[in-house]
């Protein structure tokens, strides 16, 4: 319980700095606000009481049972789109809000800058082996979902690596990072991949936290822990244009080394995809140690 209202409390200060992010006159800041719509946390069988759509929230278990199916299904659409309801570009808030009301346990959006502002909601009705806390961030602009960054779920069937090769095809590029601390006992090296698929509008995210072991290389293993980027088609962004623009919800380190999967591999993406698609094995990737080796004062890449 204490858990979820610090989760609460962290969404709504995230939105405020989402809505200070596009506000030059610092005068200014004062004045944002952010509109709560659910804003209650419940037990694991108390519906979410909110200021003013408790009617509207559906119960516990049912609540719980249509999120699992949203997830394993998407709702019988494919990403960019989400849950069969929300597309990138395309979707309003106000239709957005009317669907997620009866299924989130916390819905907020900011005020309006420059006819840009933020929402975020939260799922907690899912089980564990499934989500903590399912997150989502929205990027609104003038109304309309244009940006949706979504985190906090896995073991989906759809979203394990290689089956996510298998339905959404080649991505145009592939990404890696390793973020190694100085090395200790019980040290670990925290490697990411993304998957960049620019001309469908998805940035998928997998995770790696491995053991540190001396020697030449490490190696990420990656399975279902995925978090997504949905964004409109109107948007052109490069993979480091869209890291700038989803900076407030992600807040990447700055400095962390980013490599093409080629250069930190030996990896084509052509080959990445051949290889590991349909694959139902974990997928590892091994990399050179002496590529990651960042030292103070060095310029963070690209």
């Keep these: 319980m204490l858990y979820k209202k610090i989760h609460i409390l962290f969404l709504l200060v995230l939105l405020f700095l989402f809505s200070a992010c596009g506000i030059q006159d610092a005068n200014a800041l004062a004045t944002v606000?952010?509109?709560?719509?659910?804003?209650?946390?419940?037990?694991?069988?108390q519906s979410l009481i909110s200021t003013d759509t408790a009617d509207a929230l559906l119960p516990f278990e049912e609540r719980s049972e249509i999120?699992?199916?949203?997830?394993?299904?998407?709702?019988?659409?494919?990403?960019?789109?989400?849950?069969?309801?929300?597309?990138?570009?395309?979707?309003?808030?106000?239709?957005?809000?009317?669907?997620?009301?009866p299924l989130a346990d916390f819905l907020a959006i900011s005020d309006s800058t420059n006819g840009r502002a933020y929402a975020g909601a939260a799922f907690y009705s899912l089980?564990?082996?499934?989500?903590?806390?399912?997150?989502?961030?929205?990027?609104?602009?003038?109304?309309?979902?244009?940006?949706?960054?979504?985190?906090?779920?896995r073991n989906i069937d759809s979203y394990y690596l290689h089956q996510f090769l298998t339905i959404n095809g080649p991505p145009s590029e592939v990404w890696m990072s390793a973020q190694v601390p100085p090395i200790g006992?019980?040290?670990?090296?925290?490697?990411?991949?993304?998957?960049?698929?620019?001309?469908?509008?998805?940035?998928?995210?997998?995770?790696?936290?491995?053991?540190?072991v001396q020697g030449a290389s490490y190696t990420g293993c990656f399975d279902s822990n995925a978090t997504l980027v949905l964004w409109s088609s109107g948007y052109q962004f490069t993979l480091f244009e869209?890291?700038?623009?989803?900076?407030?919800?992600?807040?990447y380190d700055p400095y962390r080394v980013w490599l093409p999967l080629f250069e930190s591999t030996g990896i084509s993406?052509?080959?990445?995809?051949?290889?590991?698609?349909?694959?139902?094995?974990v997928i590892c990737l091994e990399t050179p140690a002496e590529l990651w080796e960042w030292q103070p004062g060095e310029t963070p890449t690209p």
């Excluded at 606000?33 to 694991?44: C, D, F, K, L, R």
């Excluded at 999120?67 to 979707?91: A, E, F, H, M, R």
């Excluded at 869209?242 to 807040?251: F, H, M």
């Design 33 to 45: 606000t952010v509109t709560a719509i659910n804003t209650h946390t419940p037990t694991s069988t």
């Design 269 to 281: 993406v052509d080959e990445f995809y051949v290889n590991y698609r349909d694959d139902g094995n």
């Design 185 to 212: 006992p019980g040290d670990t090296v925290d490697i990411i991949l993304f998957l960049f698929y620019p001309e469908k509008g998805i940035l998928a995210t997998y995770h790696s936290w491995e053991d540190i």
């Design 127 to 153: 089980p564990p082996e499934i989500s903590s806390t399912l997150t989502i961030s929205f990027y609104v602009q003038d109304g309309v979902i244009q940006i949706m960054d979504i985190t906090g779920f």
């Design 242 to 251: 869209l890291l700038d623009e989803i900076k407030p919800s992600r807040g």
């Design 67 to 101: 999120l699992q199916d949203l997830l394993q299904t998407n709702g019988g659409c494919q990403l960019p789109c989400w849950w069969g309801k929300i597309t990138p570009g395309v979707s309003t808030w106000v239709e957005v809000e009317e669907f997620l009301r």
